[in-house]
């Protein structure tokens, strides 16, 4: 790695690098070990690198193939690397300096171990920098044209164009607040915080950073989607709860919060995410009332029967592209239908635990049908007498029941209400409600 390359482009050059090695997701890299030591200016110009090529990474190949000798080649990965990266800066960014965005690009290609295309991508960078900015590239060429045929037929074209457009903006930064005192606190701290648009415990962050600050650190506030948050507040109250997919705990602590009576059990299959998990949940009101197991979902071990369960299964997360942008180019077409037999069985098991009268939330992060309404409709005739053992709620119904309760509340409320429901189901949609895209649907073990 050549020493002079500034330290944001280098460090992004490196999470990039890691990424297309599927090392790890762009997520956890971007706030990693990584980044530590970067400036507050270089971790932004950093976190704007990374995000931004990946999420442009289709059309800047379509770019950069009009200039290829042979349009069809195969290049590597170094290569590829330093093209998006110089690509996207000269054609997405104002402020980069051309030679800086050429430069360094060739430079990484001439300490990678393909120097002698450090020429071929000095050339390609040079003619796309004399190309005007791209406002003739539509979002929807971002993506793979198998994911936007998938969409088109599912949710209409207006609706595709939406989530498309959506999936290529910074995220809106939401909390979860705990406790009041955190508000005050984050403040206090310098950050601008506005009510969310669909629970009364969220909230926006308008401007600040908050991600090392007390509040969070101590888990009385947390970054968190308002749709993730939303999910959590649907499955209710109950006395002995199940979270059969825990880590990284995001909604457990949702449940711990809206049940201070309850005993919660959180599972997941990787120990190490849980041993995060429990550091995270670690508020001394939260202790004594969750136990932890490493167990796979799929094999749920005997632990009694609980009233409720959130089974908030691991899908493909094509309704959080906006938030990983780097799952559009590893997503397959067959991934799909093999994530949704895994779902399948983890929601029969999850159901065998569930007593009688207790409800169980199945949830996603897809926008997948196959992931989402035909797992329920798979799976509810193969439980035995399944049509008269389990029922299938209207989760409307129960989303007006906690808007009577004032614990969901705000400006996207009514429109959540009159789109974001059909059959029953919550289906979310990014460009059309807020936040990520999430799919639940609530069943109920009769007495």
């Not at 609980?306 to 906006?322: E, K």
């Not at 569930?354 to 996603?364: D, K, S, V």
């Not at 029953?424 to 895209?437: A, E, F, I, M, N």
Request: charge should be neutral.
């Amino acid at each position: 790695m050549p020493a002079h390359l500034a330290p944001a482009r280098r460090v992004a050059f490196q999470v990039l690098q890691k990424i297309a090695a599927d090392m790890g997701n762009s997520d956890t890299l971007l706030h990693g070990a990584m980044l530590q030591g970067l400036s507050q200016l270089d971790l932004n110009l950093c976190t704007a690198l990374v995000l931004g090529t990946l999420r442009w990474q289709c059309a800047l190949d379509a770019k950069i193939r009009e200039h290829l000798s042979q349009p069809s080649m195969q290049l590597p990965e170094p290569v590829a690397l330093a093209l998006r990266m110089g690509a996207f800066q000269l054609l997405f960014m104002d402020r980069i300096p051309v030679h800086a965005a050429i430069f360094e690009s060739v430079e990484w290609v001439k300490h990678s171990e393909h120097p002698r295309a450090s020429g071929m991508v000095n050339a390609i960078l040079r003619k796309l920098a004399t190309l005007p900015k791209p406002a003739i590239i539509q979002p929807e060429q971002a993506y793979p044209e198998w994911v936007i045929q998938r969409w088109r037929k599912n949710y209409g074209a207006a609706a595709t164009k939406n989530i498309c457009a959506a999936g290529q903006q910074e995220p809106t930064t939401s909390l979860r607040i705990f406790d009041p005192c955190a508000e005050e606190e984050l403040q206090s701290e310098g950050a601008q915080l506005a009510p969310g648009v669909l629970l009364a415990q969220a909230r926006t962050v308008s401007s600040g950073d908050v991600s090392s600050t007390c509040a969070l650190r101590e888990g009385r506030a947390q970054f968190q989607d308002e749709g993730s948050q939303l999910v959590a507040e649907l499955l209710g109250t109950g006395q002995r709860i199940l979270d059969c997919c825990a880590a990284p705990g995001g909604k457990t602590a949702i449940l711990l919060n809206n049940n201070p009576q309850a005993q919660l059990v959180a599972c997941d299959i990787s120990s190490a995410r849980l041993k995060v998990m429990r550091q995270r949940l670690a508020r001394p009101e939260w202790q004594g009332r969750i136990a932890f197991h490493v167990a796979d979902a799929e094999r749920l071990p005997e632990m009694g029967l609980f009233d409720r369960i959130l089974c908030d299964v691991p899908c493909s997360g094509t309704g959080t592209l906006a938030r990983n942008p780097e799952i559009r180019h590893r997503l397959q077409p067959g991934d799909i239908s093999r994530q949704a037999i895994r779902q399948r069985s983890i929601l029969a098991a999850a159901l065998r635990r569930l007593a009688p009268g207790g409800r169980l939330l199945y949830a996603t992060c897809s926008l997948e049908p196959e992931e989402n309404e035909a797992v329920i409709q798979s799976v509810l005739p193969e439980n035995g007498r399944a049509q008269s053992v389990y029922a299938l709620l209207d989760l409307q119904a129960e989303l007006e029941h906690r808007i009577q309760q004032c614990a969901i509340r705000g400006a996207a409320v009514a429109h959540l209400l009159a789109t974001g429901f059909r059959s029953g189901y919550l289906r979310t949609l990014p460009g059309v409600h807020p936040g990520d895209g999430f799919f639940a649907a609530l069943i109920e073990r009769k007495n």
